[in-house]
């Protein structure tokens, strides 16, 4: 790919020229792993598809679809990784077929694994799990062998900042946090619990290591857990909203959450805290409905 502004590289070892040691090299294209290179490879597959009759998503740019009388095709591209599919098997062949004609890049066949979820294609419909990345962070964090627990976060269980507590290691907590939060785009069971955890990276105590842990030990007995995408479901848009009442100890503020469903199908999910304190139950329920309306639209 041509980049559009001029950059320049230090001499790579064993190509140095020996007559000018402090030249650089000014680069005629893009060269893999260059931070510039993402931004020169979307914008050259972009103007591609758009001339070959698709639109882009207005919510998520990544997202191409083409209309061909009664077929839809949807391309979803992520760096150099394609991901495609339609409602009949024609388009997917010319697609294929044109993309190999105007780029160096091979079919790797049915989607089966990506950017760590695993994808199971049956006739009846689809499942999307994270299992394997789940024993795998299990096992990164030594907890094979702890007790399962049946919930991930008790009812009785209200975290605060915990200053007098017992200080642990900052990037420990910080990198289960984020392991965590990965395993959350397929396990919208724990997205609350991990987000409330979230909350004290900071200055993380023994208490919130024992909250987080217990999210692991819940993981144990449920790691095949995953999303089912059933093949004839109905295209029915229904959210769902909740919100509490000043629950957070340390500020009053509330915390919300939403998911939506295309019939059957869970296709977003969310909760968070907001940024103001409410004065009523009814207010927190009312300010979420509406985020949960624009969610929607």
């Known amino acids: 790919m041509v980049l559009s502004k001029k950059k320049y590289v230090d001499q790579p070892p064993g190509f140095e020229n020996s ?126 062998n702890a007790k399962h627990k049946a919930t991930h976060m008790s009812t009785a269980c209200y975290l605060d900042k915990d200053e007098t507590g017992q200080s642990i290691d900052i990037k420990k907590y910080r990198g289960m946090i984020r392991s965590l939060l990965y395993l959350s785009a397929s396990r919208l069971d724990i997205m609350f619990s991990v987000c409330i955890c979230a909350r004290f990276q900071a200055n993380p105590k023994k208490s919130h290591l024992s909250a987080i842990k217990r999210i692991i030990r819940y993981l144990l007995g449920t790691i095949n857990l995953g999303l089912w995408y059933p093949k004839n479901s109905t295209c029915n848009l229904i959210g769902y909203s909740d919100s509490d009442f000043v629950e957070c100890k340390t500020d009053r503020k509330s915390t919300s959450g939403t998911c939506h469903f295309i019939g059957s199908a869970l296709v977003s999910w969310h909760s968070k805290k907001y940024n103001s304190v409410v004065l009523s139950t009814v207010e927190a329920e009312y300010i979420y409905a509406g985020n949960c309306c624009a969610q929607i639209l």
């Open 19 to 144: 007559e000018k040691p402090n030249h650089v090299f000014k680069l005629k294209k893009a060269l893999y792993g260059l931070k510039q290179a993402p931004r020169a490879w979307y914008e050259r597959l972009c103007k591609f598809l758009l001339e070959n009759g698709f639109s882009r998503g207005k919510v998520d740019t990544t997202l191409f679809i083409e209309r061909k009388l009664n077929d839809i095709l949807l391309v979803q591209i992520y760096v150099d990784d394609i991901i495609f599919g339609s409602t009949n098997d024609s388009p997917c062949k010319e697609f294929s077929q044109d993309m190999q004609n105007e780029f160096e890049m091979s079919m790797m066949g049915e989607l089966n694994f990506f950017l760590g979820l695993q994808i199971k294609q049956t006739k009846n419909g689809i499942f999307i799990s994270q299992s394997k990345y789940c024993k795998n962070l299990i096992h990164r964090f030594g907890m094979e």
